[in-house]
């Protein structure tokens, strides 16, 4: 076989690959057996062997190969990668359509309160993923990150077999956008289907395959994992691709980042099918939010029975232009909520009651548990939140208490178990001084936290430095709580501005310090002095102020700068910044 016959050969099995790939994937179909298509990526393989030059990016042998990375390197999204809020009633449901529809009303969008449908799908309990295509060829894969700026792992999506390398083919020729005609899997031309889009999705892993991976585990005398959504997490995060492809993860994409004509959340995921990617099938447009109840009322019942984990479903707004009204506020779209399930509950006893102190000075009870599992992990501690979730719980030291995950994620302590009582309980109430500098401690007026008035409390300001060398500020690699303590309690650094005084002298005599260690922490001490502005914004760590609000900020000033007379009436002409957040900034 010449060249010219083998790149003809070579076209030919990719899109007979493609084909069956779309199929068994995304269509859940088969027709041809595993060992047919394993030997057709086997000739594949051969003939690219043979001829390198003819090997490209979205070939189906370049899935899994490439030499494992240093590190992730990280991507900025095209734009801001919101978060849902979540709503865990029928009621707080209620109150965000009653919300949207007085929003609307005041912009004169709306005429009448049913002027508007859903769309509903299921919340898939996986890793959030940002795919960008050019000219209809995967180009990257990253990961949300801090909504605005993600890793780079590119590598790792490829093994992930629902995810097409190239897309189908869903555009008009002619305009360019998006053809509302469906197109026959045979009818596919990949040499039309040259789009330039950015879609996002979630990744994860079946249930079933999260157990024979830890029975191939058990089998090896290794740890088990806890959950399928850790391994989901930690599989795309493997620096060599080929431990990620042995996970068998899979893949739904639910939102089209890029505009192309779309008018409603239905119209996206019927591009999405036809661009080749996999969707959930149990989607429903609602009428009314009766209708997403009932639908949430469904899957609930029928949460144990699924393939995967979903922790709830996802009520959107149909209407695309109406969403573009509503907008966003902080970091989380107004015209979209994730209506949670109930979190699993399990018993515990609270065996002490302790305070944290985060990087504002504000105290935080926190119950210390007997250890249980709870939803494949081991659970040892709940916030209280404070001093009045505490009094109206009636939670002791020494209860038996009830806890869940809200939203499947953070320990609660949800009740007590009063029968359960002994005599030993012990009633806490908040200390008169701060337990780490024995400062003067003040419940804010209008508020529910009490705070460290020290403003040199050692514990408070250990907090706001790991906060500003975390990876939502500097993101000084290698330096976590248990160094920045340590540099803390031998007088290096007494603020976060200390940090860039550091020299290699300084380091090496202390404890878990050789001169490697001391190395790589002040080179990426130097490399963390490239930040961009959002990041540096939000490492100051300003009350009240997040990471959306930092982006806000950092787009409408470009460069940072003292605030003059008139601040508060500049930064409360900025969309979603209130009162409460400006006068936070001002303070500052």
């Given at each position: 076989?010449?060249?010219?016959?083998?790149?003809?050969?070579?076209?030919?099995?990719?899109?007979?690959?493609?084909?069956?790939?779309?199929?068994?994937?995304?269509?859940?179909?088969?027709?041809?057996?595993?060992?047919?298509?394993?030997?057709?990526?086997?000739?594949?393989?051969?003939?690219?062997?043979?001829?390198?030059?003819?090997?490209?990016?979205?070939?189906?042998?370049?899935?899994?190969?490439?030499?494992?990375?240093?590190?992730?390197?990280?991507?900025?999204?095209?734009?801001?990668?919101?978060?849902?809020?979540?709503?865990?009633?029928?009621?707080?449901?209620?109150?965000?359509?009653?919300?949207?529809?007085?929003?609307?009303?005041?912009?004169?969008?709306?005429?009448?309160?049913?002027?508007?449908?859903?769309?509903?799908?299921?919340?898939?309990?996986?890793?959030?993923?940002?795919?960008?295509?050019?000219?209809?060829?995967?180009?990257?894969?990253?990961?949300?990150?801090?909504?605005?700026?993600?890793?780079?792992?590119?590598?790792?999506?490829?093994?992930?077999?629902?995810?097409?390398?190239?897309?189908?083919?869903?555009?008009?020729?002619?305009?360019?956008?998006?053809?509302?005609?469906?197109?026959?899997?045979?009818?596919?031309?990949?040499?039309?289907?040259?789009?330039?889009?950015?879609?996002?999705?979630?990744?994860?892993?079946?249930?079933?395959?999260?157990?024979?991976?830890?029975?191939?585990?058990?089998?090896?005398?290794?740890?088990?994992?806890?959950?399928?959504?850790?391994?989901?997490?930690?599989?795309?995060?493997?620096?060599?691709?080929?431990?990620?492809?042995?996970?068998?993860?899979?893949?739904?994409?639910?939102?089209?980042?890029?505009?192309?004509?779309?008018?409603?959340?239905?119209?996206?995921?019927?591009?999405?099918?036809?661009?080749?990617?996999?969707?959930?099938?149990?989607?429903?447009?609602?009428?009314?939010?009766?209708?997403?109840?009932?639908?949430?009322?469904?899957?609930?019942?029928?949460?144990?029975?699924?393939?995967?984990?979903?922790?709830?479903?996802?009520?959107?707004?149909?209407?695309?232009?109406?969403?573009?009204?509503?907008?966003?506020?902080?970091?989380?779209?107004?015209?979209?909520?994730?209506?949670?399930?109930?979190?699993?509950?399990?018993?515990?006893?609270?065996?002490?009651?302790?305070?944290?102190?985060?990087?504002?000075?504000?105290?935080?009870?926190?119950?210390?548990?007997?250890?249980?599992?709870?939803?494949?992990?081991?659970?040892?501690?709940?916030?209280?939140?404070?001093?009045?979730?505490?009094?109206?719980?009636?939670?002791?030291?020494?209860?038996?208490?009830?806890?869940?995950?809200?939203?499947?994620i953070i320990p609660a302590v949800i009740r007590i178990i009063k029968n359960l009582r002994t005599e030993k309980a012990k009633r806490f109430q908040m200390p008169k001084q701060c337990p780490f500098c024995h400062g003067e401690i003040k419940r804010k007026l209008n508020e529910v936290a009490y705070y460290c008035l020290n403003k040199k409390c050692f514990a408070a300001q250990e907090q706001k430095i790991s906060y500003f060398v975390g990876k939502k500020g500097f993101d000084i690699e290698g330096m976590g709580i248990k160094i920045v303590k340590q540099l803390m309690e031998q007088g290096l650094i007494k603020d976060a501005a200390d940090i860039f005084t550091i020299t290699r002298g300084d380091l090496e005599p202390l404890e878990?310090?050789?001169?490697?260690?001391?190395?790589?922490?002040?080179?990426?001490?130097?490399?963390?002095?490239?930040?961009?502005?959002?990041?540096?914004?939000?490492?100051?760590?300003?009350?009240?102020?997040?990471?959306?609000?930092?982006?806000?900020?950092?787009?409408?000033?470009?460069?940072?700068?003292?605030?003059?007379?008139?601040?508060?009436?500049?930064?409360?002409?900025?969309?979603?910044?209130?009162?409460?957040?400006?006068?936070?900034?001002?303070?500052?």
């Open positions: 076989m010449n060249k010219q016959e083998a790149k003809k050969r070579i076209v030919r099995l990719r899109k007979e690959l493609n084909h069956h790939r779309y199929l068994y994937h995304v269509l859940d179909k088969q027709e041809i057996s595993d060992g047919a298509w394993d030997s057709l990526k086997h000739e594949l393989y051969n003939l690219e062997k043979k001829h390198p030059e003819l090997i490209t990016p979205d070939s189906p042998t370049q899935r899994v190969g490439a030499n494992p990375l240093k590190k992730f390197v990280k991507i900025q999204h095209p734009q801001p990668m919101l978060s849902v809020e979540d709503v865990f009633d029928s009621q707080e449901l209620q109150d965000w359509e009653d919300y949207m529809t007085d929003f609307l009303k005041k912009k004169s969008h709306l005429k009448s309160k049913n002027s508007f449908s859903y769309f509903c799908e299921r919340k898939i309990d996986g890793v959030d993923i940002v795919l960008t295509y050019k000219k209809g060829v995967l180009i990257s894969g990253a990961t949300r990150g801090n909504g605005i700026i993600g890793e780079d792992v590119t590598q790792n999506i490829k093994t992930i077999e629902s995810i097409p390398l190239r897309l189908e083919k869903p555009m008009d020729p002619v305009t360019g956008r998006f053809s509302s005609k469906t197109v026959r899997v045979s009818e596919r031309n990949s040499a039309s289907n040259g789009v330039d889009v950015v879609v996002r999705g979630e990744i994860f892993m079946h249930k079933k395959d999260f157990e024979k991976l830890n029975q191939q585990r058990k089998k090896q005398d290794l740890p088990v994992y806890a959950n399928p959504r850790n391994v989901a997490a930690g599989s795309i995060r493997q620096l060599n691709s080929k431990v990620t492809a042995q996970r068998a993860l899979d893949c739904y994409i639910f939102e089209i980042i890029t505009d192309l004509g779309q008018k409603t959340h239905a119209q996206v995921h019927q591009m999405l099918k036809q661009f080749g990617f996999k969707t959930d099938n149990h989607t429903k447009i609602c009428s009314n939010l009766e209708e997403a109840k009932k639908y949430y009322e469904i899957y609930l019942s029928k949460r144990s029975k699924n393939s995967f984990d979903y922790d709830g479903v996802v009520v959107v707004l149909n209407e695309i232009y109406l969403e573009k009204i509503l907008g966003a506020v902080g970091k989380s779209p107004r015209w979209m909520r994730a209506y949670k399930f109930p979190g699993q509950q399990v018993t515990t006893i609270v065996k002490d009651i302790v305070i944290q102190i985060g990087r504002t000075g504000a105290l935080t009870p926190v119950a210390q548990l007997k250890p249980v599992q709870l939803m494949g992990s081991v659970v040892s501690r709940a916030t209280l939140h404070n001093q009045d979730e505490i009094d109206r719980l009636d939670v002791r030291v020494g209860d038996t208490v009830i806890i869940e995950k809200a939203g499947d878990r310090f050789a001169q490697k260690s001391a190395d790589n922490l002040i080179k990426a001490i130097e490399q963390s002095k490239e930040i961009d502005l959002p990041h540096f914004i939000q490492a100051l760590a300003i009350r009240h102020i997040g990471e959306q609000t930092s982006f806000d900020l950092a787009q409408h000033f470009v460069e940072f700068k003292k605030l003059e007379q008139n601040s508060m009436e500049i930064l409360m002409s900025l969309p979603d910044l209130g009162p409460i957040a400006s006068q936070s900034i001002i303070n500052w």
